[in-house]
């Protein structure tokens, strides 16, 4: 079965930088993810895809800070230069030919 | 650019028949893309609920399958959601995006739009 899992919270301080980790279920390691960010109150914003190689592709406007990597079964998302709108919720999100699967989120707060 | 637009009625009744529109603006949705619903229940994470191609093809989730239709409506740009005997634990903003290029293997969702809260109650 395809699950994505993320840890539920992370934090880091301003200026410093985060890296998110989103981990494929057994089986699933050749999989890319993309990271969708959703600040408070909003809807979620498409960030990157990230492929199995680690080679990723951003969405229109989403800054050099945002980065993306890969190793084994895990999918990461590198925030540098933290900045407070950064405070947010982001979901990785795989898929299959006929399914489509969000991980539970995590929730990174800027301190 | 593409955007796109969720309307419907922001309250439904218990066991009735839950009716939302994805208005699109900027790009044909019949050619090329899978477009789909996604719904976020208060307080909680983001559920596919499915996903549709203008020819008519569907996906749905497992979970909501026997509840759930997508269809598309070519002439009006716009795709439609219909989801059967709602209950509360339907309540969610739900939210339509655009995914993936038909036959590309890359089916994550690229843009999506704001959403509109949908409230179950009698």
């Known amino acids: 079965q395809l699950v994505l899992t993320q840890s539920p919270s992370a934090s880091a301080s301003l200026g410093a930088s985060v890296k998110l980790t989103c981990t494929l279920s057994?089986?699933?390691?050749?999989?890319?993810i993309a990271w969708h960010q959703q600040q408070p109150e909003k809807g979620p914003r498409y960030l990157m895809k990230?492929?199995?190689?680690?080679?990723?592709t951003k969405g229109d406007g989403i800054p050099d800070r945002f980065s993306g990597s890969s190793s084994g079964a895990e999918r990461y998302l590198t925030i540098s230069s933290l900045q407070s709108e950064d405070e947010a919720d982001y979901y990785c999100?795989?898929?299959?030919?006929?399914?489509?699967?969000f991980g539970g989120g995590t929730k990174l707060t800027v301190l | 650019q593409v955007q796109l637009h969720e309307s419907g009625p922001g309250l439904v009744k218990p066991s009735e028949t839950l009716s939302l529109t994805c208005t699109v603006s900027?790009?044909?949705?019949?050619?090329?893309?899978?477009w789909g619903w996604i719904r976020q229940p208060p307080g909680k994470g983001l559920e596919w609920i499915g996903s549709m191609y203008h020819s008519g093809s569907t996906y749905y989730s497992p979970s909501l399958r026997s509840r759930v239709t997508i269809l598309v409506a070519t002439s009006k740009n716009q795709f439609s959601l219909k989801l059967s005997s709602v209950t509360a634990a339907d309540t969610a903003v739900y939210y339509c995006a655009r995914e993936g290029l038909y036959d590309s293997g890359n089916y994550y969702m690229d843009v999506w739009g704001k959403g509109t809260t949908v409230t179950v109650s009698s």
């Open positions: 990230v492929n199995s190689d680690g080679s990723h």
């Open positions: 900027g790009y044909s949705i019949s050619t090329s893309y899978y």
């Open positions: 057994s089986g699933h390691n050749s999989y890319a």
């Open positions: 999100q795989t898929w299959g030919t006929a399914v489509r699967v």
